[in-house]
């Protein structure tokens, strides 16, 4: 058994939907919640502007630039983690790409692969932060707004 940490992180994800209202999803490998699939994201550096963190997440592992977009935060979450010892406070935020961008996989060593996805085809299983966004609310929905 991992022992906890008593560190409490900031960890950001970016639901990032393109032109064609697809979910860009990466399959995690090395952190934790490996083998599920989650947006990219990570933590927030001390000092660090919200959406300084998303645009530098996003940007370090698919290669999409947000600079001109505008991601929202949609979702605060309490997160823990029991097998990793890890407690995280989760922001969940949502983009629209004005253009659509490739996502390159960029830290192969973090992730296994980025794929978009539809509402009816999202892969199982989801990072743990996104599953439970999902169970609770119409994304698809909140994002046609």
Do not use: Y
Not at 41 to 65: A, H, Q
Not at 91 to 116: F, G, N, S, Y
Request: glycine share 8%; net charge negative.
């Amino acid at each position: 058994m991992v022992v906890p940490s008593e560190t409490i992180h900031v960890g950001i994800g970016v639901l990032i939907l393109n032109t064609r209202n697809e979910l860009l999803l990466g399959k995690r490998k090395a952190a934790h919640g490996a083998g599920t699939w989650g947006p990219p994201g990570g933590k927030l550096d001390f000092g660090e502007d919200f959406k300084d963190c998303m645009v530098r997440e996003v940007k370090e592992e698919t290669g999409i630039d947000l600079e001109k977009e505008d991601p929202c935060i949609i979702d605060v979450q309490n997160d823990i983690f029991p097998k990793e010892g890890k407690h995280f406070v989760s922001l969940i935020a949502r983009v629209t790409l004005l253009k659509d961008q490739e996502a390159h996989l960029i830290e192969p060593h973090k992730c296994l692969e980025w794929k978009w996805f539809g509402e009816c085809n999202l892969p199982t299983p989801l990072f743990q932060p996104v599953e439970k966004f999902f169970s609770r609310r119409l994304f698809w929905n909140v994002a046609k707004k």
